[in-house]
């Protein structure tokens, strides 16, 4: 079924344009019939209103009305009906970064960010109420001369439903399969003349579908309540407000992930002590497997075990107009997120292991035997890997800005202010029965390593050169950032029909660290200070042409900068303190066209992307640890498409699809772990044999190896979209039946640059029917129909039962599930 759905959809890509793709804005059949009737879709991709086929960039909308239509309940729903947009959190809703057009990272901030009614939103989304959205708009390419700081490949703009002039409401109840629920109720309407007030309620639950092979329990449940609302004033004056308040709190349990053990690996046979002829990568596509964790052993609280999260923010829009053509905004945003995680890291059923790295030996050797025998010592450590912290982050933005319209050219002209503070510290306690398991451990793997001595006729006794150890890391982060920048942008009407827009913006963005690693019983030590400061001037040029008042052509120049930061104490060790911004380039051309009364929608768009000092993430030797760093690994490129369409068939049948192509290559750059698989090719050592990187450093280090033609990670090349959407009057009452269903094809990506390990293609469907009318909706779904299983996101990891021999974690996608979603409103 899955070969023959992927066959169909690659085949649409090359049909006729009127009915092969499908209009970016992800219109259903309701807000299609408010383009025929003039009300066309507004967005605030340009930070003023126009409609979406006016706008000269590409901006993918997704109306209130979809959410419903289609049953979306959060942003990674919302993401696989959007071209261009991967947004995945199968590694725990903390752990998502969304990737627009190829632009995927493995560490760090992604280069995509939030913003609610325009203010900048820090903090995760995967868990927001779309309840409260009027519309999800989602800009394409370096945004960063008007929106700013990590919006170098794109910006995901929500804008809330706005409370009305007069009071409606409505309670929606999801139910569905593995005890998940989800109960919304909003309530909107004027308090008096120019007040009006919205109030928006969520709850949600998911008692998990995974079973824990450890103990039989299930992992992955999850739980989120939130409260939002809006006070907005409006009386038709020169004077405009809204605020808006809103606080989730999250309640996740161990998540959903599993482990590969090392004895999988089939590549990359390494004959050194510490693999022994097994595999030190794995090649081709990784499997969903079994979840197996022992994590309420490895805490003195496990009913604690998980990701608890309050999160608040407080946003203020006001608005004035000095004159009919010149108005004066001004943008305040307060967030502040509070999150504790405890989770197991390993994903594995064992804890507090003992690892041994080395075997060398340790002292002269005794001639009395008549041949040299040594006393041999073994070097490891107690391997406990798990997430233990507490993380504070508040932070205060504030954007002033002058717009004006006029006949011969219109301007924005702002400034712009961010002060974030970040502080993550390690909250570790080890449960009781810690020593007693790292005792028992080391003794297996001493009495492992004696057995190992006594059949080497070299070896005459055997001694650790360390012990057991349970240590409660008391370690602290503090990061300061700073930035501010001004901006401005105009667009000089040359004719009525073509457009000249110029956009900059001049920031400087200044990160402050300490660092405190220490552990429990300790004194505080003096901490680690560090400064850097990021300056960037990024432009952005338009060129506009409405070839009638139906076809839109377009071109775009944008520079865009993701800025630089620290690394950690560890890195600082490993001689990367540090990595610098990441710039890019981008060029697109694209054109809009409404076709057959606007019975047809056909947007395509192409561009090209130069990306220099890309930041990837690479593991770093800092025995007896691997540590993952964030370094300028070297230049990208990547070559894109985007089609989209929809086609209304007379009144009853809609049909809506989208394509989008990133194809992404490293043209230059070096990888520390790439050198050392090409060592091990060679002859199945890591021993320099094809060359020293730092011949004058004592020890060998593998020269790096070269990455030029390699994809980059996380970063699937295809996105498919198609959706029908049927719907009829059930003779001559008001209700209407509806049904419909869609599928997503997403072509596979790699773990790492080394391109390797990869997720493998997936295809997703979903169906639905229903009834409604203007009160009540009765929705039936079903979602994975076909119950795909390709994992999502992929990590290469340590295998701490192994001796942390290099392996692989993923997380677990959901299965087939039948819900229903009944919803009553006035």
Not at 109 to 126: K, N, P, W
Not at 274 to 281: A, D, E, K, Q
Not at 447 to 462: K, R
Request: aromatic share 12%.
């Amino acid at each position: 079924m899955k070969t023959y759905l992927k066959t169909a959809l690659l085949a649409a890509t090359v049909m006729s344009s009127t009915t092969a793709f499908a209009q970016e804005t992800g219109v259903t059949e309701e807000s299609a019939d408010d383009d025929r009737t003039g009300n066309q879709i507004i967005v605030t991709a340009r930070k003023r209103e126009e409609t979406v086929q006016e706008v000269p960039t590409t901006v993918a909308v997704t109306t209130a009305e979809t959410i419903e239509a289609l049953g979306l309940d959060n942003l990674q729903d919302i993401a696989r009906t959007t071209p261009g947009l991967i947004f995945d959190d199968s590694l725990g809703r903390d752990g998502n970064r969304p990737v627009i057009r190829g632009q995927a990272n493995i560490l760090g901030d992604s280069g995509v960010a939030y913003f609610i009614d325009g203010i900048y939103y820090t903090g995760s989304l995967a868990d927001y109420d779309v309840d409260t959205i009027e519309r999800i708009e989602v800009v394409k390419g370096p945004q960063s001369a008007l929106y700013g700081r990590n919006t170098y490949s794109g910006a995901i703009n929500i804008i809330s439903r706005a409370p009305t002039d007069f009071w409606e409401g409505r309670v929606t109840a999801d139910i569905s399969e593995n005890d998940r629920y989800e109960l919304t109720a909003g309530l909107r309407g004027p308090v008096s003349d120019g007040l009006s007030l919205g109030i928006n309620g969520r709850y949600f639950t998911n008692g998990g579908e995974f079973v824990n092979q450890f103990d039989g329990e299930t992992v992955g449940q999850q739980e989120s309540y939130s409260l939002s609302s809006i006070l907005r004033w409006d009386n038709g004056g020169d004077f405009r407000a809204q605020l808006r308040g809103y606080y989730n709190r999250t309640d996740d349990g161990q998540p959903a992930i599993f482990s590969q053990p090392t004895t999988e690996n089939n590549c990359i046979f390494d004959d050194g002590a510490l693999y022994g002829g097994g595999g030190r990568y794995f090649c081709g596509v990784i499997e969903p497997g079994e979840i197996n964790t022992d994590y309420t052993r490895q805490f003195a609280n496990p009913e604690d075990v998980g990701i608890e999260a309050d999160t608040y923010n407080v946003s203020l829009r006001m608005e004035y107009d000095l004159t009919p053509d010149l108005t004066l905004v001004s943008l305040s945003g307060y967030n502040d997120r509070t999150q504790t995680t405890l989770t197991d890291g390993d994903y594995g059923p064992n804890s507090f292991q003992t690892a041994v790295f080395a075997r060398f030996p340790a002292g002269p050797p005794d001639f009395s035997s008549g041949r040299p025998v040594f006393p041999f010592a073994f070097v490891g450590t107690t391997v406990d890997f798990s997430f233990a912290n507490r993380r504070e982050v508040s932070d205060f933005s504030q954007e002033l800005r002058l717009e004006y319209q006029g006949d011969l050219f219109d301007f924005i002209l702002g400034g712009y202010y961010f002060d974030q503070s970040d502080d993550n510290f390690s909250i570790r306690e080890v449960p009781a029965d810690a020593a007693a398991r790292a005792g028992a451990s080391f003794g297996a793997a001493f009495a492992n390593e004696q057995a190992i001595c006594a059949a080497n006729p070299i070896c005459g006794s055997v001694v650790p050169f360390f012990g057991p150890s349970t240590p409660e890391d008391r370690s602290e982060n503090l990061f300061d950032i700073r930035n501010i920048a001004s901006f401005a942008a105009l667009t000089i009407h040359v004719t009525p029909t073509f457009n000249i827009g110029l956009e900059g913006r001049y920031s400087e963005e200044t990160i402050e660290e300490e660092i405190y690693d220490f552990d429990e019983g300790d004194p505080r030590p003096v901490p680690i200070v560090a400064q850097q400061v990021y300056r960037s001037f990024t432009p952005r040029v338009t060129l506009d042409w409405a070839v009638t008042p139906d076809h839109l052509l377009y071109g775009i120049y944008a520079e865009g900068q993701k800025p630089g930061g620290f690394n950690g104490a560890l890195a600082i060790a490993a001689g990367v303190p540090t990595y610098d911004e990441e710039n890019n380039t981008s060029w697109e051309i694209g054109s809009k066209n409404a076709l057959f009364n606007d019975n047809v929608i056909f947007n395509i768009a192409g561009f090209y992307t130069d990306i220099e000092g890309y930041q990837l993430t690479q593991n770093i030797s800092v025995p007896p640890n691997q540590v993952s760093t964030i370094v300028n690994a070297g230049d990208a490129e990547i070559l894109g498409l985007e089609v989209e369409t929809i086609a209304r068939l007379g009144d009853n049948i809609t049909l809506t699809a989208n394509y989008a192509l990133a194809d992404s290559e490293f043209t230059s750059g070096f990888d520390e772990n790439e050198g050392v698989l090409n060592d091990v090719r060679d002859n199945g050592l890591v021993d320099c044999s094809i060359g020293d990187e730092f011949p004058d450093v004592p020890d060998c280090q593998s020269l790096f190896g070269s990455i030029e033609g390699r994809r980059i990670p996380r970063a699937p090349v295809h996105r498919i979209f198609a959706d029908a959407a049927f719907t009829m009057p059930l003779g001559a009452s008001d209700w209407n039946l509806f049904a419909g269903g869609n599928v997503t094809y997403t072509s596979s990506s790699f773990a790492q640059v080394h391109n390797l390990a990869e997720t493998g293609d997936s295809t997703v469907v979903d169906f639905r029917a229903g009834v409604e009318n203007g009160r009540y909706r009765l929705h039936f779904y079903v979602d994975n129909a076909f119950d795909e299983d390709a994992v999502g996101q992929i990590l290469r990891y340590a295998d701490a039962d192994n001796n942390f021999r290099r392996s692989f974690v993923a997380g677990l996608r959901p299965g087939r599930r039948f819900g229903v979603i009944l919803s009553a409103g006035f």
